[in-house]
């Protein structure tokens, strides 16, 4: 064990969507075996958390155990390092500027002027420093948002530069992450924009330890020799990120580079663990033995990053399994207005997915599909609204109710998908929403506890609506098992119906707890049930 803390700061140059956080992810997992890694990040803009963003502009928002709303990245590092990650592991300026302000007006600053140098760069210092505390983390890789230059990430490599001068060299590394594109026509790597983005970096202060080249390819031993060169570093120094297969191989091919007894010997740690199990799971990804279909009908299909941790979750199944998942998405927004048929829309696909979702566009024609599924016999995975329009369709089809979610229709004869008011008491994180990890209590023998394998669970939840309690009774007695509760049994947590190939949703998320390593139980049962 190191006796204190390492640092890592993990920044990028040239582009912004390079995979930082996937070689943040990478690096973290290298080191994981014997260390406890604790990965930050950091991101420029002012929002306190993401949880008010739009998914079709940033992507998924991530929520974590505690019921912090954070960014993606946060999916890749508990994806890759199987661990659970916290709400103050996301700093944003709007987390860092709201201390201050707060700190100033409580008379914190005694007179003095408040500036960016160095009471921001200080705040953000402290709050990397306590963090490592209370954590003890072996190692803190700390991820920079965004690109070296943004304006709005200045005061984060500041705050990097000052912490390097306050710890020995053998405790803390530069990591830069940079592209190097090929150009067509003479189909050589150029390495111009490297330079120049590693001119930024030693503009700030800043000399980067490791370089790590983004390509299409491997770096060639050229491009290696004149990065170093003109970079200021040795030839191992610089590391290939190619494109690869898939985003797990990563690490593996870090390995590979000599990323690992790279970092192991710059910060004096000791050597980790080998990655076999890794590799077996990374080698089921790129050589499957089967190849099976699904549809995911949502609603933010124009960026597929709203549901990554869907695709992901599909991915972990698909490593454990042998098997290739396609998805095809489906608008269903189209089924809704007529324009294809559900049919058509579901040919050639084995399987359907009803992920969360808000608002009331594409809801009729959710139902639609899950009233096609379930009468079909088709496996189905319903997530979040995907229970709620689940409950919907049996309430309407078999219960033979007016039934509807207020969140879509305030006047719902039978308001079977309902907010519950004294919900608003309790959690008052993120407005109204009830976030992060409950308990559920299962129901024995039931699909959903063989498939957890236990009678008590915790997943990650991100919602408002809740199935409408007066309306239980009735769901049961039509035959809809509600096969997990609230530990006090007023909250439906799990659905599913028996006499069906695979009939299972849930009011949580499971997506946001898969991990290669350990892929959602609920996943799992869909991806065996299409497969059998
Ligand atoms: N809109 C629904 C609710 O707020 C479902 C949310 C979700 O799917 N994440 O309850």
New binding site residues.
Partial sequence: MPKQTKWIIVSGGVLSGLGKGIVTASIGKLLSSNLKIVPVKCDGYLNVDPGTMNPIEHGEVFVLDDGGEVDMDFGHYERFLNIDCKFDWNITSGKVYQSIIEKERKGLFLGKTVQMVPHISNEIKNKWKELAKKEQADVMIIELGGTVGDIEMDLFFEASRQLKLEVDKENLLFCHLTYVPILHCVGEQKTKPTQQSVDLMQARGIQPDIIIGRSPNKLTLKSKEKIALFCNIKKNEVISDPDIQTVYELPLIFKEEGLLDLIEKKLELPKSGDLIEWAKLVNNIKNPEKEITIAMCGKYTELKDSYISISEALIHCGATLKTKINTKWIETTEIEQGKIPIEEALKGIQGVIVP???GSRGTEGKIKIIEHVRTNNIPFLGL??GL?LAVIEFARNVCNLSADST?VNKKAKDPIIDFLPEQKKIHNKGGTMRLGAYEAILKKDSITAKLYDSLRVYERH????EVNPEYHKILTEKGLTLSGTSPDNTLIEFIELQNHKYFVATQA?PELKSRLEQPAPLFLGFVKAIIK
């Fill in positions: 969360g979702g808000f979040c609204l709620q969140e991100r919602h408002r609506y998320h």
